[in-house]
């Protein structure tokens, strides 16, 4: 019999309002991008989801394409949902989305009305759910009219596949019009899902303006820079991180001279503050005003926990944050 989660998890978590909407989302999110494929181990999968969950997150996103293959993250979700959190369905907001390149042909890819629905029919399938509760357009298509593709959410919304409608990655005026689109059909933007850290701070040029004004939340994805704001990489690049291997979005040119030499002084300031330099990364990205939940990324338990941590302290003075900026900047 599995563990019943902790009757304790929802004690410490703080839970803000995602934009103008009813819903409350964790300060800390799991996303299932990576070590929850096929590849990886179901256990240790596993044991991450209920520890999460032990510690009050309960918000699991995902997207039709991770893996790898593609496909079988949401395999191994539904298969521990299954088989030991499904009486727990309601305490628990899971997303998923489509936008990327999923299956051969001119339909399994970018944001035309067929792909997106079929792909969520697929990705229910895969985790056995009849809904879930966010549905995102992963990133804008260039090629279908707007139109198409929001119109799309807001079918998948009024069918009952999904509670609510998100973004992903689209810029600012974009945003906008996306917002203007949903909101003229009936299906609010719930949320929109940008990359952002202290190595990728893009959403202040205009992007963060937009979701206050039209009272979007926002869940920032990568949060940590792909691990680079760890301490991972404090003495160099090991042979076994996620930059020490093939086939990654993280590779050893993105860690240079002076990228690594900016992650020893972020982790020098960290020190400073009690803090490890990945839990004062999540506490910065929480720190905007805008942000709803930091989407966090694990390849085991005791990074989950660390993430969780960073909540302890959240505050920054302004000389913290000027020397941010400071660091950042040479």
Not at 162 to 188: F, N, V
Request: hydrophobic share 35%; proline share 7%; charged share 20%.
């Amino acid at each position: 019999m599995p563990t019943p989660p902790h009757p304790t998890r929802y004690d410490t978590m703080p839970y803000p309002r995602c934009g103008r909407s009813g819903l409350k989302l964790p300060a800390i999110s799991l996303g299932l991008w990576h070590n929850f494929g096929g590849v990886d181990t179901l256990e240790n999968a596993r044991a991450m989801i209920h520890r999460a969950f032990d510690l009050g997150v309960t918000h699991f996103d995902l997207a039709n394409n991770y893996g790898p293959p593609p496909g079988s993250a949401e395999e191994t979700f539904g298969r521990i949902l299954q088989q030991g959190l499904s009486a727990y369905r309601d305490e628990l907001i899971i997303s998923s989305k489509a936008g990327w390149d999923m299956w051969p042909g001119p339909y399994g890819n970018f944001g035309s009305r067929k792909y997106l629905v079929a792909s969520l029919d697929q990705s229910l399938k895969r985790m056995g759910l009849e809904y879930v509760d966010i549905f995102y357009h992963h990133r804008p298509d260039p090629e279908t009219p707007m139109e198409e593709s929001l119109g799309a959410l807001d079918q998948i919304v009024r069918s009952g596949k999904a509670l609510y409608a998100g973004i992903s990655q689209y810029p600012a005026e974009e945003t906008r019009q996306a917002a203007k689109i949903l909101r003229d059909l009936g299906t609010p933007c719930l949320i929109h899902q940008p990359k952002y850290s202290l190595f990728e701070r893009w959403i202040e040029g205009g992007l963060t303006a937009a979701l206050d004004d039209e009272g979007i939340g926002c869940i920032a994805f990568s949060p940590l820079a792909q691990g680079m704001l760890t301490d991972r990489y404090l003495d160099g690049i090991p042979a076994d991180s996620r930059a020490g291997k093939p086939n990654t979005f993280l590779g050893p040119d993105d860690l240079t001279t002076d990228r690594l030499g900016q992650i020893g002084r972020l982790n020098a300031l960290a020190q400073r503050r009690g803090q490890s330099l990945a839990r004062m990364a999540v506490a910065w990205v929480l720190h905007n005003p805008t942000v709803t939940s930091a989407l966090i990324g694990a390849s085991k338990v005791t990074q989950i926990e660390d993430a969780v941590a960073a909540l302890d302290n959240l505050a920054f003075s302004d000389e913290e944050l000027q020397e941010i900026d400071k660091i950042l900047a040479g």
